[in-house]
Every structure is written in structure tokens, then in C-alpha cells.
């Protein structure tokens, strides 16, 4: 199985300022076929489901503002939030979707300094 | 609007059996993939199953395998995951999200779990 792991596990952001989440995957999820790294980031709040916020490592999905961007290939991955909202406070994952089972990793809980 | 809706979490004890229904609406259901994944109280998400458009093909995570059933019935736009042998370890909150596609150039790719329920809860225990 395809092992992905971020860091950090939490972290404190003030308001308006930049937050980074990194993740790794233990091995390449770059699919040749379309030059597409397969993998997502998800936004999960309190008591919600997750929600989709990038796809394909850099492709924003619909609806999510621009302040979240993601950004890496291969095997390493970046979530960066700008200017970073209170209502930005979430868990957020990240999963590879390049072969089953599509592994997420653990997590990493963003709050507000 | 696209939606999904589990049904179907309660209370059982262990060895026992429960089977979870996710309605969907919307969205042309039998066009889609979908997936459950499950996510115990104050842990990560893990991925449990998934099942190809037209229900020809499934996978599983190892800790499920041989327990779980994944399924889908087109007509009734539902999917469904029968549990059997269940352990205090699958207790948790059962999602079942559609895989996403995106099509470019006439060519469709799946890119991850863009539509979610709100979950049903499941708890395993004597």
C-alpha cells in the first residue's frame, strides 16, 4: 500500500497569514498515461464530511476559493492557505488516488493563532 | 441538487451484521464510481471500498476484505456495503462519497471523492 504521511500534525496560524501543509507519499503517484499527479487534498470541519479542495496535486475544485492552492509532483505534495480565514480552522488530508486502496494520510489540524 | 444519504448505522454486537444504503440524487448515478470510507470518532479517515460504474468491479482495504460487501443497484441509484463479522475496530461514522471525473479532450479521468454524505454511524460493541 501506498503510505502518505503529513506534516505537520497541527499547526497555528495567525489570522490573514499563510498556512503550509506538506505531504508525502511513499511512492511516485504521477500517472504517465495524462501527467497527472493523483492526488487530493480535503477540508474536514467539526461534525461535517470532508470536502474536496484540490485535486490532480494543484487543480482547485469547484467552488473553493483561490487563497488554497496546491502545488508538487512526484512524490512530495504542498497545501498552502494565503491570507488565512477563521473559517479556514478544519482538519485537512491529503489522499493519493493512483491505485487502491486510495490511502489518506493522518491529518494535519489547522487553528488560529 | 447532487446528493447522497446513508442509512442504515446502528448498534451491534460483535460477529454481527449490518448492511448500509447510500441514496443518491442529482447527478446521473450511473455514469460514477463510488466509494465508502469510514472515520472513527476523533481519528483520521481510512478508505474502505469501491465500486466501478456499472458494478462489475470491486476493491477493498485489507481490513475489510472477505467481511465487506460493496454493491450497487442502478435502477434504485443506490449503493450499498453489507458488513458482516463486525468487529469493535469498525465502529465508526460510514461515508459514502461519488469518485469525481473530469473529461478533457474526450478523455475522462477520475481524480478523487467530490461528493459526500453526511455519514451514518456505526458502533460495534457487547
Known amino acids: 500500500d501506498i503510505v502518505m504521511t503529513q506534516s505537520p500534525d497541527s499547526l497555528a496560524v495567525s489570522l490573514g497569514e499563510r498556512a503550509t501543509i506538506n505531504c508525502k507519499s511513499s511512492q511516485s503517484i504521477l500517472f504517465s498515461s495524462n501527467n497527472k499527479n493523483y492526488l487530493v487534498w480535503y477540508q474536514q470541519k467539526p461534525g461535517q464530511p470532508p470536502k474536496l479542495l484540490i485535486y490532480w496535486a494543484s487543480t482547485r475544485g469547484s467552488g473553493v476559493p483561490d487563497r488554497f492552492s496546491g502545488s508538487g509532483s512526484g512524490t512530495d505534495f504542498t497545501l498552502t492557505i494565503n491570507s488565512l480565514q477563521a473559517e479556514d480552522v478544519a482538519v485537512y488530508y491529503c489522499?493519493?488516488?493512483?491505485?487502491?486502496?486510495?490511502?489518506f494520510g493522518q491529518g494535519t489540524k489547522l487553528e488560529i493563532k | 441538487e447532487v446528493q447522497l444519504v446513508e442509512s442504515g448505522g446502528g448498534l451491534v454486537q460483535p460477529g454481527g451484521s449490518l448492511r448500509l444504503s447510500c441514496a443518491a440524487s442529482g447527478f446521473p448515478f450511473t455514469s460514477y464510481g463510488m466509494h465508502w470510507v469510514r472515520q472513527a470518532s476523533g481519528k483520521g479517515l481510512m478508505w474502505v471500498s469501491r465500486i466501478n460504474s456499472d458494478g462489475s468491479v470491486t476493491t477493498y482495504a485489507d481490513s475489510v476484505k472477505g467481511r465487506f460487501t460493496i454493491s450497487r443497484d442502478n435502477a434504485k441509484n443506490t449503493l450499498y456495503l453489507q458488513m458482516n463479522s463486525l468487529r469493535v475496530d469498525d465502529t465508526a461514522v460510514y461515508y459514502c462519497a461519488r469518485g469525481g471525473i473530469n473529461c478533457i479532450s474526450g478523455n475522462c479521468y477520475s481524480y478523487g471523492l467530490d461528493v459526500w454524505g453526511q455519514g451514518t454511524t456505526v458502533t460495534v460493541s457487547s
Open positions: 489522499q493519493q488516488y493512483y491505485k487502491t486502496p486510495h490511502t
